[in-house]
């Protein structure tokens, strides 16, 4: 949920727009309305990705 939210966030400021977001046990299916912008597009594409390794570190950090 996390992963899909971060997606969420970044699209929102970025201009774009969420239409609908399906959670499914294997990740998510998006109706995004995503910015034009190919830097935009990737700041969304990596935010998922970018909170995975965030809570990973966290976690980590905190067994340690």
Known sequence: ILHELAHAFALTNLGG??????????????????PTTAPARAVVYLAGPFLNGAVFLLGATLLV
């Open 17 to 34: 727009q969420i239409h609908q977001v399906v959670l499914t046990p294997w990740g998510s299916n998006s109706d995004l309305g995503l």
